[in-house]
Nanobody, 124 residues
Framework: QVHLVESGGGLVQAGGSLRLSCVAS????????MGWFRQAPGKEREFVAA????????YYASSVKGRFTISRDNAKNTVYLQMNSLKPEDTAVYYC?????????????????WGQGTQVTVSS
């Protein structure tokens, strides 16, 4: 069992930055990959970024590559999502998720535990 709690969301102007955090408890944090997903109003949840167990491999959706950075601190049981150059289309509820295994993946079915989500709103 893994419990995930996100924080760091809020309202920001276009071009601004936010840093999301997700603290995990339960299973040994370094035993699984982590991912960030988002869901905008009226849309399906989509992949944003993922990181493997050690932090050595990362993957990004094309829409955020070059603007967002995922990282993890295994000593703090925390994964981060640094979001720069934010755009109105980044507005969504952002969810962190714990993977079933070590490898980073962009497929939802590879994640077994999900946080409650944190709202990010980017104004134009």
């Amino acid at each position: 069992q893994v419990h995930l709690v996100e924080s760091g969301g809020g309202l920001v102007q276009a071009g601004g930055s936010l840093r999301l955090s997700c603290v995990a408890s339960g299973r040994t944090f370094s035993n699984y990959a982590m991912g960030w997903f988002r869901q905008a109003p009226g849309k399906e949840r989509e992949f944003v970024a993922a990181i493997n167990w050690s932090g050595g491999n990362t993957y990004y959706a094309s829409s955020v590559k070059g603007r967002f950075t995922i990282s993890r601190d295994n000593a703090k049981n925390t994964v981060y999502l640094q979001m720069n150059s934010l755009k109105p289309e980044d507005t969504a509820v952002y969810y962190c998720a714990a993977g079933r295994g070590f490898a980073a993946t962009q497929m939802e079915y590879d994640y077994s535990y999900w946080g409650q989500g944190t709202q990010v709103t980017v104004s134009s």
